[in-house]
């Protein structure tokens, strides 16, 4: 069984920055494709950043390229996703999510393993 477990979100004013962390049991964890979604309120839930197995290649929403950048932290066995340069409508509870499926993908029906999710607030 996976598990995912988010952490970081936060209120923050728009132009600041939030970094959130994605961990997961067991020591593969590194071998896994794994995604940032975001779900604002009353709208459907879209890809936001995805990263390959082992880091070797990343994919970005046109919405956040630029701004987002998602890694892996070997150390601390985690995928995370730096957020600069916040704007209001970032505003969303975002999911860590592993794939499982070609790559590179965004369908959602590719992600059948979902963390509970952490609350990012930007306000105006």
């Known amino acids: ?3 995912l477990v988010e952490s970081g979100g936060g209120l923050v004013q728009a132009g600041g920055s939030l ?3 994605c961990a997961a049991s067991g020591r593969t964890f590194k071998t ?3 995604a940032w979604f975001r779900q604002a309120p009353g709208k459907e839930r879209e ?3 995805a ?17 987002f ?8 066995n985690t995928v ?3 957020m600069n340069s916040l ?34 607030t930007v306000s105006s």
């Not at 880091?55 to 701004?67: F, L, N």
């Not at 950048?69 to 601390?76: E, G, L, M, P």
């Open 1 to 3: 069984q996976v598990q």
């Open 19 to 21: 970094r959130l962390s």
């Open 32 to 34: 896994y494709r794994t």
């Open 47 to 49: 890809f936001a950043a």
């Open 51 to 67: 990263i390959s197995s082992w880091g070797g290649g990343t994919d970005y929403a046109d919405s956040v390229k630029g701004r």
């Open 69 to 76: 950048t998602i890694s892996r932290d070997s150390a601390k």
């Open 80 to 82: 995370d996703l730096q």
């Open 87 to 120: 704007k209001p409508e970032d505003t969303a509870v975002y999911y860590c999510a592993r794939l499982v499926g070609d790559w590179p993908t965004r369908a959602l029906t590719n992600f059948p393993y979902w963390g509970q999710g952490t609350q990012v």
